[in-house]
């Protein structure tokens, strides 16, 4: 299992970026970095995942080193809306080989006006 | 689609009562899992399974079994309640190919146990 790291919790204001980076020193060749964010009562959401290099989607960005034992999730100008706990993942989905996931304590956004 | 539901939403029980959580997943997924959240804390794997008839141990499995009799169901039972049980229980479910194991979550069934 790789394990991870992460702030237990960031502070930023609306309209600016915000980076948080996850160490997974451990990670395995096959194993795939995968982000969640979760609002209060509700569950997790998957935000972005990648291998290497460099993701983007509509909602995020996720840079990965070429040694990949860690990862950022960057949020471009951020909102009130994005105040949530964000968790990273690092492996392969569960398998009868007993491989499994976990996600850790998460890091704790708080975004104010 | 109704993607992942959870069956009750909230539930108080009295120590040492027994009670089943039902999840239900309408996207064909061959992978479901059951997680507990305490307060403030992240999620741990109790139980998952990886096709109808399978079930195997995640992180924190003692105290629950789980059954995967049909696909599209993963049912999670306490036979003997304790109130450390008292948590928020989250079903999800995934399918390997595409994002891998992307996951889906349900809403959540908020457990006290007096």
């Known amino acids: 299992l790789a394990k991870t790291t992460q702030p237990i919790s960031m502070d930023s204001y609306e309209g600016q970026e915000v980076n948080i980076t996850c160490s997974h020193n451990?990670?395995?060749?096959?194993?795939?970095i995968t982000w969640y964010q979760q609002f209060p009562s509700q569950g997790p959401r998957f935000i972005i995942q990648?291998?290497?290099t460099k993701v983007t989607n509509e909602v995020a960005s996720l840079f990965i080193p070429a040694d990949r034992k860690s990862s950022t999730l960057s949020l471009p100008r951020v909102s009130l809306s994005d105040t949530a706990v964000y968790y990273c993942?690092?492996?392969?989905?569960?398998?009868?080989?007993?491989?499994?996931?976990?996600f850790g304590g998460g890091t704790r956004l708080m975004v104010k006006p | 689609n109704a993607g992942v539901t959870q069956t009750p939403k909230f539930r108080v029980l009295k120590t040492g009562q027994s009670m089943t959580l039902l999840c239900a997943q309408d996207?064909?997924?061959?992978?479901m899992y059951w997680y507990r959240q305490d307060p403030g804390m992240g999620l741990r794997l109790i139980h998952y399974?990886?096709?109808?008839?399978?079930?195997a141990k995640g992180e924190v499995p003692d105290g629950y079994n789980v059954s995967r009799l049909k696909k599209q169901n993963f049912l999670l039972g306490l036979e003997s309640a304790a109130p450390s049980q008292t948590s928020v229980y989250f079903c999800?479910?995934?399918?390997?190919?595409?994002?891998?194991?992307?996951?889906?979550f349900g809403p959540g069934t908020r457990l006290t146990v007096t």
């Open positions: 993942l690092v492996g392969v989905p569960p398998d009868n080989a007993g491989n499994m996931l976990t």
């Open positions: 399974s990886v096709g109808e008839g399978t079930t």
């Open positions: 990648g291998y290497k």
């Open positions: 451990n990670i395995a060749t096959n194993d795939y």
């Open positions: 996207m064909n997924h061959e992978y």
């Open positions: 999800a479910s995934s399918y390997l190919a595409g994002r891998r194991g992307e996951q889906y």
